[in-house]
């Protein structure tokens, strides 16, 4: 095909004579209710996936080479941008106190933190005696990380009698963690080694055995089981085995410690069974059997539990109680009734109050109630923020936590006395090479669609960015699960601020900024509202003189890839760039293909186009990879694949770009693989901010700000 270029392709100019690597077409036809349908790059799937997530050299060597040979074409393309990427990467680390800490969270006579220590790229577990300052590092994620190519904790879970803790650790990024029990006196490590799970553990109340998920060898969460120590893990008890591919499992612990939570469920439905933590050797109890459409979430306070659930068409869910003895929801009472508009998305209770969070029109507001039904909504006042729940570790406790930060201003961490009111600031995040909030604008600009909906856009920019269609913009998006983008500060997006750029997020349907009605609109047969928000969105910045037609960038990782490629299709020629952070744009084979991890637990969320014709016909209609277009001009675009990636695999975005680069005009078209990581790519915190930085800077290419160097 003869490649007409796009305006932006011409700050590609040096690299007009690299050849991007070709990628052979193989023939496969999909037939699917009735209909044909090509797949030129299904070889670059390998069959043998399962045993890559656990060894990642085991990959076909075609397709390691194809792979490389897409990364040494990125690396050419963007070898002008090294000096810019370097000056990224040093101003986000600038930005960064490399020995920060967290507030101390107390449990019994201790107090338990995490901290950094400078140049290190993982976090040091500690604690220490309450009123001491004397420390004990319990688990070192440097010298246990030292020489791995990838290294990721999941987490570190003290006993409750605080002699052990247990660890999950991932070498490979697929996720599959494995456990071990350290001794906090010797620091050895116990025999009881434990693979295969999702890396956290919750601790029976006598510290002599622990509960936690095992993963299938399709990386699905399905069993819980329990594990005595010194028992060989081959007899520890299966306590719950979920028989539904599409239902996920997960265990946990009621606030005030007295209960083990077993969940499962999907995006739909859920249900949770309950063990007493002084009884671990119990049947578990079912609350509530799992019902379409219904999901609910469990605390507990004395002889009652605390129900977050959208039962009886409670779409933006309400909190109700129950005796513990007789938990089926016959009994469920209200004790904070529905209101539409008012999403309630999480809630803990303690002792003598609970604490509940919620969204009204996209803001978020912490709620505190003393369950007489007297509550008082903790005091915000900016345009646009972020809140952060922090229930801490103790039950029987005056005293709550949250963080609170806006897309100007550091995260501040409160400590929120729940009887009175008082607020006492523990921390301010700190920004060692600077940072003046009063430099930065925040705006929220609401774009009304073609069916009336408004899509909220939150903007930042500095106050000496021109709104006068000069400047250029980086959207970026999600819109998927009813996941909220929190307006919360960013280390990493002042550096495109700094250089005059607007970075806006647009708030599409599908996400559950609005409550979850929000979330519908944009899901299922209703799952192009995405897109087309996201383009109004765009649009709307054009309108408003934020910026014009051919200066933005669309940025979204994973499923906001999805969102970034529909988008694109839809009016390729409207943008300067785009940005797909291990997309999901192969959904329609994805969603097709029951083998894959997360594919039966996502039908409810897309839909199902192997039994019905219409969900098949809808994901058709959207998804990137089959919707490429012929008739317009693309413009760069970059994306980026962890090799041992299972939610989205790495074949999916190198379909894409490898059509992308066959059948389209436009371009140029990058993929960038990480062979040593999963879908977060590295969890290194310096090799994470080279990864953004990199992407960065290709934004700023596209942006024609290749040279350009941050405002004093």
Same mark, same amino acid.
């Given at each position: 095909? *003869?490649?007409?270029?796009?305006?932006?392709?011409?700050?590609?100019?040096?690299? !007009?004579?690299?050849?991007?690597?070709?990628?052979?077409?193989?023939?496969?036809?999909? *037939?699917?209710?009735?209909?044909?349908?090509?797949? &030129?790059?299904?070889?670059?799937?390998?069959?043998?996936?399962?045993?890559?997530?656990?060894?990642?050299?085991?990959?076909?060597?075609?397709?390691?080479?194809?792979?490389?040979?897409?990364?040494?074409?990125?690396?050419?393309?963007?070898?002008?941008?090294?000096?810019?990427?370097?000056?990224?990467?040093?101003?986000?680390?600038?930005?960064?106190?490399?020995?920060?800490?967290?507030?101390? *969270?107390?449990?019994?006579?201790?107090?338990?933190?995490?901290?950094?220590? *400078?140049?290190?790229?993982?976090?040091?577990?500690?604690?220490?005696?309450?009123?001491?300052?004397?420390?004990?590092?319990?688990?070192?994620?440097?010298?246990?990380?030292?020489?791995?190519?990838?290294?990721?904790?999941?987490?570190?879970?003290?006993?409750?009698?605080?002699?052990?803790?247990?660890?999950?650790?991932?070498?490979?990024?697929?996720?599959?963690?494995?456990?071990?029990?350290?001794?906090?006196?010797?620091?050895?490590?116990? &025999?009881?080694?434990?693979?295969?799970?999702?890396?956290?553990?919750?601790?029976?109340?006598?510290?002599?055995?622990?509960?936690?998920?095992?993963?299938?060898?399709?990386?699905?969460?399905?069993?819980?089981?329990?594990?005595?120590?010194?028992?060989? &893990?081959?007899?520890?008890?299966?306590?719950?085995?979920? &028989?539904?591919?599409?239902?996920?499992?997960?265990?946990?612990?009621?606030? %005030?410690?007295?209960?083990?939570?077993? %969940?499962?469920?999907?995006?739909?439905?859920?249900?949770?069974?309950?063990?007493?933590?002084?009884?671990?050797?119990?049947?578990?109890?079912?609350?509530?059997?799992?019902?379409?459409?219904?999901?609910?979430?469990?605390?507990?306070?004395?002889?009652?539990?605390?129900?977050?659930?959208?039962?009886?068409?409670?779409?933006?869910?309400?909190?109700?109680?129950?005796?513990?003895?007789?938990?089926?929801?016959?009994?469920?009472?209200?004790?904070?009734?529905?209101?539409?508009?008012?999403?309630?998305?999480?809630?803990?209770?303690?002792?003598?109050?609970?604490?509940?969070?919620?969204?009204?029109?996209?803001?978020?507001?912490?709620?505190?109630?003393?369950?007489?039904?007297?509550?008082?909504?903790?005091?915000?006042?900016?345009?646009?923020?972020?809140?952060?729940?922090?229930?801490?570790?103790?039950?029987?406790?005056?005293?709550?936590?949250?963080?609170?930060?806006?897309?100007?201003?550091?995260?501040?961490?409160?400590?929120?006395?729940?009887?009175?009111?008082?607020?006492?600031?523990?921390?301010?995040?700190?920004?060692?090479?600077?940072?003046?909030?009063?430099?930065?604008?925040?705006?929220?600009?609401?774009?009304?669609?073609?069916?009336?909906?408004?899509?909220?856009?939150?903007?930042?920019?500095?106050? %000496?960015?021109?709104?006068?269609?000069? !400047?250029?913009?980086?959207?970026?998006?999600?819109?998927?699960?009813?996941?909220?983008?929190?307006?919360?500060?960013?280390?990493?997006?002042?550096?495109?601020?700094?250089?005059?750029?607007?970075?806006?997020?647009?708030?599409?349907?599908?996400?559950?900024?609005?409550?979850?009605?929000?979330?519908?609109?944009?899901?299922?047969?209703?799952?192009?509202?995405?897109?087309?928000?996201?383009?109004?969105?765009?649009?709307?910045?054009?309108?408003?003189?934020?910026?014009?037609?051919?200066?933005?960038?669309?940025?979204?990782?994973?499923?906001?890839?999805?969102?970034?490629?529909?988008?694109?299709?839809?009016?390729?020629?409207?943008?300067?760039?785009?940005?797909?952070?291990?997309?999901?744009?192969?959904?329609?084979?994805?969603?097709?293909?029951?083998?894959?991890?997360?594919?039966?637990?996502?039908?409810?969320?897309?839909?199902?186009?192997?039994?019905?014709? !219409?969900?098949?016909?809808?994901?058709? %209609?959207?998804?990137?990879?089959?919707?490429?277009?012929?008739?317009?001009?693309?413009?760069?675009?970059?994306?980026?694949?962890?090799?041992?990636?299972?939610?989205?695999?790495?074949?999916?975005?190198?379909?894409?770009?490898?059509?992308?680069?066959?059948?389209?005009?436009?371009?140029?078209?990058?993929?960038?693989?990480?062979?040593?990581?999963?879908?977060?790519?590295?969890?290194?915190?310096?090799?994470?901010?080279?990864?953004?930085?990199?992407?960065?800077?290709? !934004?700023?290419?596209?942006?024609?700000?290749?040279?350009?160097?941050?405002?004093?």
């Amino acid at each position: 095909m *003869e490649k007409s270029k796009h305006p932006a392709a011409r700050h590609f100019a040096q690299q !007009a004579d690299i050849q991007a690597p070709p990628v052979p077409r193989q023939d496969k036809t999909i *037939e699917q209710h009735g209909e044909s349908r090509q797949d &030129p790059y299904h070889w670059l799937r390998d069959d043998n996936w399962q045993a890559l997530l656990r060894d990642p050299s085991l990959l076909k060597t075609p397709i390691r080479e194809q792979l490389a040979a897409e990364n040494r074409y990125h690396d050419a393309m963007m070898a002008d941008a090294a000096d810019l990427r370097e000056a990224l990467f040093q101003e986000m680390r600038g930005r960064i106190k490399e020995d920060d800490a967290s507030v101390p *969270e107390a449990d019994g006579p201790y107090e338990y933190y995490l901290r950094f220590r *400078e140049g290190g790229d993982y976090p040091l577990f500690a604690r220490r005696s309450r009123g001491k300052e004397e420390e004990t590092i319990l688990f070192d994620g440097d010298a246990e990380g030292r020489g791995q190519p990838f290294f990721s904790i999941a987490s570190v879970d003290h006993s409750r009698d605080h002699r052990l803790i247990a660890y999950g650790v991932d070498t490979t990024g697929s996720e599959y963690y494995t456990l071990r029990v350290r001794d906090t006196e010797t620091g050895q490590d116990l &025999p009881d080694v434990i693979e295969s799970t999702d890396g956290g553990v919750v601790w029976a109340a006598d510290s002599k055995s622990f509960f936690y998920v095992e993963r299938d060898d399709n990386q699905r969460p399905k069993r819980v089981k329990q594990h005595y120590l010194g028992q060989d &893990p081959a007899d520890d008890r299966i306590v719950f085995d979920e &028989p539904d591919d599409g239902q996920f499992v997960s265990v946990s612990e009621t606030q %005030s410690g007295d209960y083990i939570l077993i %969940s499962s469920g999907n995006h739909d439905s859920s249900e949770t069974r309950f063990i007493p933590a002084t009884q671990p050797d119990a049947e578990p109890q079912l609350i509530a059997p799992r019902k379409d459409d219904v999901l609910y979430e469990v605390e507990h306070r004395g002889e009652h539990f605390y129900i977050l659930t959208n039962i009886e068409g409670a779409i933006d869910f309400k909190i109700v109680r129950t005796p513990i003895t007789r938990p089926a929801p016959d009994n469920w009472e209200d004790v904070v009734a529905h209101q539409p508009g008012r999403h309630i998305s999480d809630f803990v209770c303690y002792k003598n109050h609970w604490v509940r969070l919620e969204r009204v029109d996209a803001k978020p507001r912490l709620v505190i109630d003393n369950y007489q039904g007297e509550n008082r909504e903790v005091p915000m006042e900016a345009e646009a923020y972020h809140l952060g729940l922090r229930p801490g570790l103790a039950f029987d406790t005056q005293w709550t936590r949250f963080v609170y930060s806006t897309p100007a201003q550091p995260a501040q961490t409160f400590d929120y006395h729940m009887a009175t009111g008082e607020r006492r600031l523990r921390k301010t995040q700190v920004v060692p090479s600077g940072h003046d909030p009063d430099r930065y604008v925040v705006e929220r600009l609401d774009a009304e669609t073609a069916d009336g909906a408004m899509v909220p856009i939150i903007i930042l920019r500095l106050k %000496s960015t021109p709104v006068d269609g000069s !400047a250029p913009v980086l959207l970026y998006g999600y819109g998927s699960y009813g996941m909220n983008l929190p307006d919360a500060f960013s280390l990493t997006q002042l550096s495109l601020v700094d250089r005059g750029v607007i970075y806006a997020v647009a708030k599409v349907r599908g996400g559950s900024e609005k409550g979850q009605p929000w979330y519908r609109d944009g899901k299922l047969q209703h799952k192009p509202n995405s897109f087309q928000d996201c383009l109004t969105a765009a649009r709307a910045l054009v309108e408003h003189r934020y910026t014009q037609a051919g200066r933005i960038v669309l940025d979204g990782r994973s499923a906001g890839g999805l969102l970034v490629g529909a988008t694109l299709n839809l009016d390729p020629e409207y943008f300067a760039g785009a940005i797909g952070g291990v997309p999901f744009v192969d959904v329609l084979n994805t969603i097709s293909d029951p083998s894959l991890p997360l594919t039966p637990p996502e039908w409810p969320e897309w839909g199902n186009p192997i039994e019905s014709e !219409a969900d098949y016909q809808t994901i058709k %209609s959207y998804s990137p990879y089959e919707n490429l277009r012929d008739d317009a001009v693309y413009p760069p675009v970059m994306a980026t694949a962890g090799l041992a990636d299972f939610r989205v695999t790495y074949w999916e975005p190198a379909k894409w770009i490898a059509r992308l680069r066959a059948e389209t005009r436009g371009g140029p078209y990058l993929l960038k693989t990480n062979m040593e990581a999963g879908h977060g790519g590295s969890a290194a915190r310096f090799e994470a901010l080279k990864e953004e930085a990199d992407l960065f800077a290709f !934004a700023l290419k596209v942006m024609g700000k290749l040279s350009a160097k941050p405002s004093n």
